[in-house]
């Protein structure tokens, strides 16, 4: 049985490639470049899941895809390689259907992703998965794992991650952080606020030495996410 995926914001030149990495999954993949594009082709073509590279969508773009589908969305960093996004897929399907209580037995990889596919298409409330490296982002269920370990983040620490995931392209400042954070009450804090909580999520997220360090200091400005590539 073939299954349509839809594609956003991937290279142009890895078109040819990727089609043929889906095709092995049973999978009809197809491309756009824009969310706007996106959302005009859902509405005319059913899809069991979109896959979205990072570069290619923010906070409002999101937002924006949610209100008009209830399929999953796996979104990956735009640096990856085919092999590394194909891998981030599998690890954004597998969390899509573990989260929601269904279990997919199989191993054979090729079909286990159509599995995955299958299974998360089906679930009532469809989520949005963000994978980088090992780090595993749930927007609807407010969770984040690394390398599988769930990561214990206060509300404050999982709404500040939260704004530099979905918005991977962007830098901000501490007063953009604390306007966008605290809201009305963003005079009340400072710089030492935001850092003190910027400090604290750095460390729950370097669980071992080895993991990225997911959050980048931009000199002079403030931070912005680190795919960890």
């Known amino acids: 049985m073939k299954y349509n995926v839809l594609g956003i914001g991937f290279p142009s030149n890895d078109y040819g490639i990727e089609k043929q990495k889906w095709a092995k999954y049973g999978a009809c993949f197809e491309f756009v470049d824009t969310i706007q594009r996106a959302i005009t082709l859902i509405r005319l073509k059913q899809f069991k899941c979109i896959v979205v590279c990072s570069v290619q969508i923010n906070e409002e773009d999101l937002t924006l895809l949610r209100r008009n589908c209830s399929i999953p969305v796996v979104i990956m960093p735009s640096e990856y390689s085919v092999q590394q996004r194909q891998e981030c897929a599998i690890q ?16 054979n990889l090729d ?10 298409s089906e679930i009532k409330q469809p989520l949005t998965i963000i994978s980088a490296k090992d780090l595993c982002f749930c927007l609807e269920y407010r969770t984040v794992e690394i390398r599988g370990h769930e990561i214990n983040l206060t509300a404050k620490e999982f709404d500040i991650l939260s704004l530099l995931i979905c918005n ?5 400042t501490y007063d953009m952080i604390v ?25 729950k997220l370097k669980i071992e030495p080895d993991v990225p360090n997911y959050i980048k200091s931009v000199h002079g400005i403030g931070y912005k996410f680190n795919t960890g590539t």
């Open 111 to 120: 079909e286990y992703l159509q599995d995955c596919i299958s299974a998360a």
């Open 92 to 107: 954004g399907l597998m969390q899509h259907t573990d989260k929601c209580g269904h279990t997919v037995d199989n191993c």
């Open 168 to 172: 991977q392209r962007q830098v901000f």
């Open 179 to 203: 306007d966008r954070i605290w809201n009305e009450i963003a005079d009340c804090y400072s710089k030492k606020t935001v850092a003190t909580h910027i400090s604290n999520l750095r460390r």
